[in-house]
């Protein structure tokens, strides 16, 4: 992992706030030169700091108005058992995050899909027709107080 001294810090919280920032602005913002400043964020980039560049996109706007969070048990652990699961999450468009964690619970997922027709279309693929979860609880959002894709360096 490389180490991030206070300049690569300022640079991730402008690229954070706009990544869309020209650079010789972001230059200026962070006291290098233009040649200076886009060598670092290469860096970052080569380095993995910066996995990619996106747009943040409103759900809402897209059509998938309907948020969950779904938390799971597995009833075996371990990737070879997951396998199946591992490539759907990846494929559908309605899953934005995926999470293995511990505690009470094996799983964690956030989907965003257009209603409940999809909803019950995705339960059916990922959680009904796999032998290896136990159970799944939904909790369908009905409000969002904060989601925000930034991380504080």
Request: charged residues 25%; aromatic residues 6%.
């Amino acid at each position: 992992m490389a180490e991030l001294d206070q300049i690569d810090l300022k640079i991730l919280r402008q690229l954070q706030e706009n990544a869309d920032i020209p650079n010789t602005e972001l230059a200026e913002k962070i006291g290098l030169s233009p040649s200076a400043a886009l060598r670092r964020v290469a860096k970052l980039r080569e380095n993995g700091v910066i996995r990619k560049t996106v747009a943040v996109v409103d759900p809402a706007h897209i059509g998938r108005p309907l948020t969950a969070v779904i938390n799971l048990e597995f009833h075996r652990h371990g990737n070879h058992y997951r396998k199946d699961f591992i490539t759907k999450v990846k494929s559908l468009a309605a899953v934005q995050q995926c999470y293995l964690v511990t505690g009470e619970v094996t799983g964690v997922l956030v989907l965003h899909m257009r209603d409940m027709a999809e909803y019950t279309a995705l339960c059916e693929t990922l959680f009904d027709s796999d032998d290896n979860i136990v159970w799944y609880r939904t909790y369908i959002v009905t409000e969002t107080l904060k989601d925000d894709v930034t991380i504080a360096p």
